[in-house]
């Protein structure tokens, strides 16, 4: 752990050595461009826990097993309910496609009903299945939506014990904004990793909505990966903490995993 | 009565899952790391009580356990049982006789006030790319809610008319499936050794089928007498068999549908023999059933279609002349239903849902064209914990219809409570409008563990 932070430190002031000045930090498109091509594995899997606690206190619990490949430019990610019973065999699967303007393909199978259904993908912005990250938000994982956005560099700041870039993104007009609920986001890069160490989310109207605080980084089959996020919604009170375990890089996933009769299959 | 029902329940069930067992025990064995077999389950509890005399229609408990054991990645066994206990004993009085349902799927009885059933147990298994499925299970085909055009590979039990979720309602059969890859596409083939057919209350019962179109017709100047039904009894001979192909074609996702199979609900054949009486013999009759789905995404929008032709349905008719008064016909069904997310955290869904009677003749007990409507609006809040939603089903014809608001809490986690109401209205002699002094309020928990 120390050796990486000497590490983002390292490549922070290698990056901004004696640059005081906005100017010569990178380009916000360029942080989102380095965002993007961080290695984040051809095929991941991992169990998640996520705790979702409202303003008075009270806490319900769900574990989830998230899969997820790339098809050549294509992202497809299934998320599939371990618990608690009454939701277990829940799962969604989204197809993201690289192709600006086209709208991903998503499905939910809900076993009450035996059925897969096909869902709108246009609002992105919707709480993903009661937590307080947004359907978006799940489906990026630490990447970002470049086409949709101006990216801007704000400044440096000192982060954990690093030195994080500061950007922000800003979306490109009023429908992109409502579909994806925010009016700004701004992150704290790290460049040691091009990971955010924490986001903070206004809304349309610019009021403060959410923060994230990303945590416990560590490298997983040689692929730097956040083991807790902790998500507080400022409007509501609620927060969600996603804990990660299980992570693996290295296990090619079956394709059909990523199909209609994957979803409706559940896991083996 | 009900420890002889009791018997043949389990005798069916033994068959079944001996051959299903045996089944298991010929997959491969298990490998090193295997989990060992999983036990889980859900309690749900429900009360009804009538809005008009405040009488209570149920007070029942459901616990359901399963049992997951997966001896190897490429195999799976599952099997779910059923215990339901009911404090009222007035949806179903005294001992059922579920006759329409084979002993190898019957429910057993243990007094009037406990049922019991094996609702699932089934072998899973990979071969090659195929995946095999055989035992007790639910197949559930189409993309409508509510109503059913291709959702009739397994009957259902009308104990509480359609208030039950399918998924409880539905009577599982001895099925095997196949599901093969055909490159995109994906192929499910069935073969269900089964012959069960649906579970309608008997008289005297709450939800009682009492509208025209199910009773037999009168005939001026002579006695009726329903006799019992002749049911399809070769395990064999009289299965069903089916076959769907689903694929996904430039982002439609697009289902061909086929089933031989016989209607699982009786028609009244009417004979006549000169004593006075005319005797009614419930039978079941063999019909292919041709459809498919569709369904896509259009922005805050998803559009869903469903289509199905029956070849030969039969029906009452109200028609002296007519020997049997019963009426043959091809049947063509359909339902259309848009889902639109506009509103952020909510559901407005809605149905039209058609059944035309192809050929036109006079005495049909219900209109040639049968429309229903269907409303669904729900509301998420606080972080999905809440659910507020209300369905309406209207049908047009006879101007009746149901409508169910509820609302549902997590109260923690596993842990849901609701309250609702199921509210009728229209003319008795609608589907709906019989039921219309059946309204009734609900409260009720489900925990799983």
């Excluded at chain 2, 005399?53 to 190897?72: F, G, I, M, Y």
Aim: charged share 30%.
């Amino acid at each position: 752990m120390r050796s990486r932070r000497l590490l983002g430190t390292l490549a922070a002031f290698a990056l901004l050595a004696g640059a005081p000045a906005t100017a010569e930090l990178p380009a916000g498109d360029e942080i989102a461009r380095r965002i993007n091509a961080r290695d984040d594995g051809e095929s991941m899997s991992r169990t998640l826990e996520m705790e979702l606690i409202d303003k008075r206190g009270s806490k319900r619990v769900r574990s989830a097993r998230v899969l997820r490949r790339w098809f050549g430019e294509e992202k497809r990610l299934a998320f599939y309910y371990l618990s608690p019973k009454t939701v277990e065999d829940t799962a969604f699967l989204v197809h993201d496609h690289s192709e600006v303007g086209r709208e991903d393909d998503q499905w939910l199978y809900l076993p009450a009903l035996r059925k897969v259904r096909r869902i709108a993908a246009r609002d992105r912005g919707k709480n993903f299945l009661g937590t307080d990250m947004s359907y978006e938000d799940m489906k990026n994982e630490t990447r970002v939506t470049r086409s949709d956005y101006t990216w801007k560099t704000l400044r440096e700041e000192a982060c954990d014990d690093t030195v994080c870039l500061v950007l922000e993104a800003t979306p490109l007009d009023a429908e992109i904004a409502r579909a994806v609920g925010y009016g700004r986001i701004t992150y704290w890069i790290d460049p040691a990793m091009w990971i955010a160490r924490k986001v903070v989310y206004d809304d349309v109207a610019l009021r403060h909505k959410k923060t994230a605080l990303l945590s416990e980084f560590r490298e997983v089959n040689g692929i730097w990966t956040v083991h807790v996020l902790e998500v507080r919604n400022h409007q509501t009170g609620h927060r969600t903490v996603f804990r990660s375990r299980e992570v693996d890089y290295q296990t090619q996933l079956d394709p059909d995993r990523f199909t209609e009769r994957g979803l409706r299959r559940g896991l083996p | 009565m009900g420890l002889r029902a009791a018997g043949h329940g389990l005798r069916g069930l033994g068959t079944g899952a001996l051959v299903t067992l045996a089944t298991a025990l010929a997959l491969p064995g298990p490998s090193a790391g295997v989990e060992p077999p999983r036990a889980s389950g859900t309690v749900e509890a429900e009360w009804a009580v009538g809005f008009r005399n405040t009488r209570a229609q149920k007070l029942e408990l459901v616990v359901q356990p399963e049992l997951d054991w997966s001896p190897s990645p490429t195999a799976r066994l599952h099997a779910t049982g059923r215990v339901r206990l009911d404090a009222y004993d007035r949806l179903e009085p005294g001992h059922p006789h579920p006759v329409e349902v084979s002993s190898l799927s019957r429910r057993g009885f243990a007094g009037d006030a406990a049922d019991f059933e094996l609702r699932e147990l089934f072998v899973e298994a990979e071969w090659g790319r195929t995946w095999l499925t055989f035992g007790k299970q639910q197949i559930v085909w189409g993309q409508a809610d509510g109503l059913k055009v291709l959702d009739v590979v397994n009957p259902q039990d009308f104990r509480e008319f359609i208030l039950d979720d399918f998924d409880d309602s539905r009577i599982p059969l001895w099925t095997l499936r196949a599901e093969v890859p055909i490159g995109e596409a994906q192929l499910e083939l069935l073969w269900i050794p089964d012959p069960s057919f649906h579970e309608l209350p008997e008289p005297g019962a709450t939800y009682a089928l009492t509208a025209p179109r199910f009773q037999p017709p009168s005939v001026p100047g002579l006695v009726t007498r329903v006799e019992p039904t002749r049911r399809p009894r070769r395990l064999l001979a009289d299965g069903d068999v089916g076959a769907r192909l689903q694929l996904f074609v430039s982002g439609f996702d697009l289902s061909l549908n086929y089933l031989f199979h016989y209607d699982d609900r009786p028609v009244l054949e009417a004979e006549r023999r000169g004593d006075g009486l005319v005797r009614f013999t419930p039978r079941h009759h063999r019909t292919h059933l041709l459809g498919g789905t569709a369904s896509s995404a259009f922005g805050d929008l998803t559009v869903r279609a469903e289509l199905g032709w029956s070849s030969d349905r039969r029906l009452s008719v109200d028609d002296p002349g007519d020997r049997d008064l019963v009426g043959r016909t091809g049947e063509l069904g359909y339902v259309l239903g848009l889902d639109w997310f506009g509103f952020r955290d909510s559901l407005v869904s809605f149905q039209v849902f058609q059944s035309l009677l192809l050929r036109d003749r006079p005495g049909w007990l219900r209109d040639r064209l049968d429309t229903n409507l269907t409303l669904l609006a729900r509301h998420e809040l606080m972080n999905e914990r809440l659910r507020a939603e209300a369905i309406w089903i209207h049908n047009l014809n006879d101007g009746d219809g149901l409508v169910r608001p509820k609302l549902t809490y997590e109260w923690r986690t596993g842990l849901s409570v609701w309250v609702g109401a199921d509210i009728f209205y229209g003319r008795g002699d609608g589907v709906f409008g019989e039921f219309d002094g059946r309204d009734r309020a609900t409260l009720g928990f489900e925990w799983g563990f």
